[in-house]
């Protein structure tokens, strides 16, 4: 039997070798299968799969105090005074993103989503470095209770799904901040009485001129309607085909498929009130909303949203350019309203759940 061979290197020589030193830490499921370890502590772990989608929540880095917000906000909990590792992994491994986080002090019953303020007002209490490798990691000693952790792309808008792991030897928990759907008020505004005479006659004249027997309206009436009476290309990019049809099927409250006079200068004072909500959230151009701000002005006009529901609103409704047009504002206000609508109908107890047979289901889906 031969002597065992033992091989040595110097410090001197190892640092002159070797430029990286990586080192990995291994969850209680992956030091199972290593015996050397079956006597040593293992590590708590807790991770969150996500992604950062354009418009949703790929806000970039702290640099982009507008848009920081909207990344995933992960609220982690500490139970006593620990050394916590956190690691995020990107999944882009052909064109990958610059990527870090950034953690805050929050307190432990915070259940709700952070809003921008916060983000100006507080100073972060752990950042990362920010690099376009494949994971990142952050080691840091945080005492009991709550934070809030933010993984993000350095550059707003880019697109990734990702997981982020919080290693501690004490337990944990982390969960993912997000707002339930909710109608905090409704969206669409009613004509206040006192607006028939003079405000709506010039608008009157040309609905009786479009309108059949019993003063009514249909999609393809209301389309020429409106295109009369909208001042601008700007709000007339709401009176297409598909917007129109939507408006009927929000408005109409006969299932004919037809609006009344008084239907439409609900209409006339929705549009109004929207307008002005699109115009506080689109700063740079007029005419045109980010889509990173959709959450924030669906909020205004009265719809509280999770990123579920906002992530399929975006998919529907963002142009190319990562925009809306107050068309495309319009016609998600009209769908939200006929979904919440509908489902309050079905639901008079509040239960915040539905039952529905297979035609009912069909007709709400294509209600919507």
Not at 197 to 205: D, R
């Amino acid at each position: 039997m031969g002597d065992t061979v033992c091989c040595r290197i110097s410090y001197s020589d190892f640092v002159k070798t070797f430029t990286h030193l990586e080192v990995v830490h291994l969850d209680s499921d992956t030091s199972r299968d290593e015996p050397s370890l079956h006597h040593k502590s293992t590590w708590q772990m807790r991770l969150y799969q996500g992604a950062w989608q354009r418009g949703v929540s790929a806000g970039g880095c702290r640099n982009n105090p507008d848009t920081f917000h909207i990344n995933p906000q992960l609220h982690l909990i500490l139970s006593e005074m620990e050394e916590v590792i956190v690691s995020l992994n990107q999944h882009s491994i052909m064109e990958p993103k610059v990527i870090g986080f950034t953690a805050y002090s929050l307190p432990k019953n915070n259940s709700e989503t952070i809003g921008k303020q916060f983000f100006k007002k507080n100073k972060s209490l752990v950042n990362s470095q920010y690099t376009n490798s494949r994971q990142v990691s952050h080691r840091c000693q945080l005492e009991q209770g709550g934070y809030l952790i933010l993984p993000t792309t350095f550059e707003p808008g880019q697109e990734s799904s990702f997981t982020l792991r919080v290693y501690s030897s004490k337990p944990l928990k982390l969960k993912l901040l997000d707002m339930q759907p909710s109608l905090i008020k409704s969206a669409i505004i009613k004509a206040p009485a006192t607006l028939d005479g003079k405000s709506f006659s010039q608008y009157e004249a040309v609905f009786l001129q479009l309108a059949d027997e019993h003063r009514t309206v249909n999609a393809f009436e209301l389309q020429e309607l409106l295109d009369a009476c909208l001042p601008n290309d700007y709000i007339k990019s709401c009176a297409c085909m598909e917007v129109c049809r939507q408006v009927v099927l929000t408005l109409d409250n006969s299932g004919s498929g037809r609006l009344k006079f008084s239907d439409f200068k609900d209409l006339m004072c929705s549009l109004k009130y929207w307008q002005t909500s699109f115009k506080n959230h689109t700063k740079e151009k007029t005419g045109i909303l980010k889509a990173e701000r959709l959450r924030d002005a669906l909020l205004e006009v009265g719809f509280q949203l999770s990123t579920d529901v906002l992530s399929i609103l975006i998919l529907r409704y963002m142009r190319k350019d990562g925009t809306l047009r107050f068309g495309d504002f319009v016609s998600a206000i009209l769908h939200l309203s006929v979904a919440f609508n509908l489902f309050e109908s079905k639901d008079p107890l509040q239960n915040g759940s539905i039952k529905q047979s297979l035609a009912e289901w069909l007709k709400s889906s294509l209600t919507c």
